[in-house]
C-alpha cells in the first residue's frame, strides 16, 4: 500500500464515493481514506427522495452502502481511517494516517461540511426523527404540520420560507432579538403569514414519543424562564462546519474554512482536487456532491496526464 499512488481521496460521502468510481474506472488505483464518518451525512438519515435511480426513495446508510460497493467493483482501495495531516509543500503530497505516511502525486478532497447542532437535551436520539439540518432534504415530509426552524441568519430565513410550501405553521426561534439575516431575508419571512418569529427562545430540551419528535422546551435567556412548544418537525440552520482543520492552511479557504476552488475543481495547489459540501456554501445536495466528486476525478485524470512523474 505503501507505493506512490496516483491519488488518494479524502473523504466517502456521495463526493468522494463518485470520485473513487470515476478514477477507479480511470484505472487511477485510487486509495481512499473514509475518515471517521464513513458515508458520510446521509448516514444520518433514514429517507432519501431525491437522489435519482431510487423512485421509491432509499434509506441513507444503505444508499451509500450502494454508492461504495460501486467504487469497490473497480478496486477502489478504500481504507475507514482519519487523515490526521497533509504535506503539500512538495509532489509527491504526503498524507499522515495514524502515524503512518501515504504520498501520492494527487489528491482529492471530499471531506464535507458538518451542520452545526444545538446539542440540547433528546437531541442525539431524534435527529433524524423530526429533527433536521435541511429543509430541502427533510421539508416534504412535515406536510400540514407544525414545524421550528432554529437560527437568526438568512439560512434560517431562507429554510423558514421554503418550509412553509409544506407545513402548517413555521415558527423561527432566536435565542436574541438581533438578527444576522440581511433585512430583506427577515422582511420576506417576517410577512410570511405561516411564519411567527420568537426572539429570546432557546430550546432547553426536546419533547419526543415514540412517534418521534413533539415539540420542545424553550427558554428565555434574559430571566431563564420556560415554556413548551409543540411541533412535529425542527429544522436547526445555526450554520456548517467545512472539514478544513486537517489541511492545516496549506490551501487557499474561505473565511468559514470553505475550499476554493481555482480551475475548474482544482485548489489553489495544483494536483490537489476539493469536491462536494467542503467547498459548497450554497446548493449542499447529495448529487451536487457526487456531481462534483465526478468533475473532480476527470480533472484530476487530466491533470495527471499532463503533469506525469
Ligand atoms: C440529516 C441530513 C439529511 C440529509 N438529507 C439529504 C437528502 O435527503 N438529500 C440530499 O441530496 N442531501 C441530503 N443531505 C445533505 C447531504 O448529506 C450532503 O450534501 C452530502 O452528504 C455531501 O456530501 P460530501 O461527500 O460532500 O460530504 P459528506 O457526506 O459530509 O462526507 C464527508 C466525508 O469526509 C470524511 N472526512 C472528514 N474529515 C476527514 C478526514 N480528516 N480524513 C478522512 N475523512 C474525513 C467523513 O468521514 C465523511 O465520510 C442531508 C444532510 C443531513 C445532515
Not at 468522494?16 to 458520510?40: D, H, K
Not at 436520539?125 to 421550528?148: M, N, P, Y
Not at 420560507?161 to 402548517?168: D, E, G, V
Amino acid at each position: 500500500m505503501n507505493k506512490i499512488r496516483n491519488v488518494i481521496i479524502i473523504g466517502s460521502g456521495p463526493a468522494g464515493y463518485t470520485a473513487g468510481l470515476y478514477a477507479a474506472r480511470g484505472m487511477l488505483n485510487p486509495l481512499m481514506f473514509s475518515g471517521y464518518a464513513s458515508g458520510g451525512q446521509l448516514m444520518l438519515t433514514n429517507d432519501v427522495e431525491n437522489f435519482p435511480g431510487y423512485p421509491k426513495g432509499i434509506n441513507g446508510p444503505e444508499m451509500m452502502m450502494e454508492l461504495r460497493q460501486q467504487a469497490e467493483r473497480f478496486n477502489c482501495e478504500i481504507v475507514d481511517k482519519n487523515v490526521d495531516s497533509v504535506d503539500f509543500s512538495s509532489r509527491p503530497f504526503k498524507v499522515i494516517v495514524a502515524g503512518e505516511e501515504f504520498q501520492s502525486r494527487s489528491i482529492i478532497l471530499c471531506t464535507g461540511a458538518e451542520a452545526i447542532w444545538l446539542d440540547a437535551e433528546n437531541e442525539e436520539a431524534q435527529k433524524g426523527r423530526g429533527i433536521s439540518t435541511c429543509a430541502t432534504c427533510d421539508g416534504a415530509f412535515f406536510k400540514d404540520e407544525e414545524v421550528l426552524v432554529i437560527g437568526g441568519g438568512d439560512s434560517a430565513m431562507e429554510e423558514a420560507t421554503f418550509l412553509t410550501r409544506f407545513a402548517s405553521k413555521v415558527t423561527i426561534l432566536h435565542r436574541r432579538d438581533i438578527f444576522k439575516a440581511s433585512s430583506i431575508m427577515y422582511k420576506r419571512a417576517a410577512s410570511n403569514p405561516k411564519i411567527e418569529i420568537k426572539p429570546f427562545s432557546q430550546i432547553k430540551k426536546w419533547i419526543s414519543n415514540e412517534q418521534g419528535l413533539i415539540g420542545a422546551v424553550l427558554e428565555d435567556p434574559r430571566n431563564n424562564s420556560i415554556e413548551e412548544i409543540k411541533a412535529t418537525g425542527a429544522f436547526i440552520a445555526i450554520g456548517h462546519k467545512p472539514m478544513t482543520e486537517f489541511l492545516n492552511n496549506q490551501i487557499e479557504i474561505d473565511h468559514e474554512g470553505y475550499i476554493l476552488h481555482k480551475e475548474h475543481t482544482m485548489t489553489s495547489v495544483s494536483g490537489v482536487f476539493a469536491a462536494g459540501d467542503v467547498v459548497d456554501t450554497r446548493y449542499r445536495q447529495a448529487i451536487t456532491a457526487a456531481g462534483m466528486g465526478c468533475q473532480a476525478a476527470i480533472d484530476c485524470e487530466r491533470w495527471l496526464e499532463d503533469n506525469a512523474q
